[in-house]
């Protein structure tokens, strides 16, 4: 079965304070994601990893960083947190697209979710 | 990725069927159709997806129309755990690009399974 899983459901920071998202997952995929979703903004992609030690910039990278150490591991780090990070943020993941990897991969399977807020 | 038209809300009663319309008239030879729903503060569970024909797994049904510009996902005995926001997408699949098949939802349809 596929299997996602994010340390922490719900997380409070305080501005200022670096904070780490874990995100893992057993199946194999070469693909991770970071999304945030807001009301009525929909997801939206912060930052991709096509493989280990690889990322891609998404579409609001900034305040953010990743890193991806190990094929099933995927963390993103808010380097000094700041209220407009107050979101839910979610991570997902896929086989490999083509293209040497950076294409369109498969079926994207996402985790439970951390609902960040940050004071 | 092609745009895709849902009705913002339906109601259902439980043990019926839940039938949900899509509309996706400008989808490319080589997209596929996706369902994804989301439970309220949980993340998106992956449902079900299709090229054009039928499909069928554990969880629902899919109907996709012989031209391709409309689909049907079905919940055949829909139960109060099926209330959630339903999201029809259609996508590319292990094709090239730099898009990275990011994933654009829109606003989904709620659907409300009642007692």
């Known amino acids: 079965d596929v299997k996602v899983t994010q340390s922490s459901r719900y997380l409070v920071k305080r501005t200022g304070e670096k904070v780490f998202l874990e995100c893992v997952q057993d199946?194999?995929?070469?693909?991770m994601f970071w999304y945030r979703q807001d009301p009525g903004l929909g997801l939206r992609l912060i930052y991709f990893?096509?493989?280990?030690?690889?990322?891609e910039k998404g579409d609001i990278p900034e305040g953010y960083s990743v890193s991806r150490e190990k094929k099933e591991r995927f963390s993103l780090i808010l380097e000094s947190a700041s209220t407009n990070q107050t979101s839910m943020y979610l991570c997902?993941?896929?086989?490999?697209?083509?293209?040497?990897?950076?294409?369109?991969?498969?079926?994207?399977?996402f985790g439970p979710g951390t609902r960040l807020t940050v004071l | 990725d092609a745009k895709t038209t849902q009705p913002p809300s339906m109601d259902c009663a439980e043990g019926r069927a839940a039938n949900l319309p899509c509309n996706h008239s400008?989808?490319?030879?080589?997209?596929?159709v996706y369902w994804y729903r989301q439970i309220h503060s949980q993340g998106p569970q992956y449902i079900i997806h299709?090229?054009?024909n039928n499909e069928t797994n554990e969880m629902a049904s899919l109907i996709i129309t012989e031209d391709r510009k409309s689909s049907t996902l079905i919940l055949p005995h829909a139960t109060l755990r099926d209330t959630a926001v339903y999201y029809c997408?259609?996508?590319?699949?292990?094709?090239?690009?730099?898009?990275?098949?990011?994933?654009?939802f829109g606003q989904g349809t709620i659907l409300t399974v009642h007692p």
């Open positions: 997902a993941s896929s086989l490999a697209g083509l293209a040497g990897g950076k294409g369109i991969g498969g079926t994207q399977y």
């Open positions: 199946m194999d995929h070469e693909n």
């Open positions: 990893s096509y493989d280990v030690k690889m990322k």
């Open positions: 400008t989808i490319s030879g080589n997209e596929y």
């Open positions: 299709g090229l054009k």
């Open positions: 997408i259609v996508r590319a699949l292990f094709a090239g690009g730099t898009s990275y098949g990011k994933l654009t």
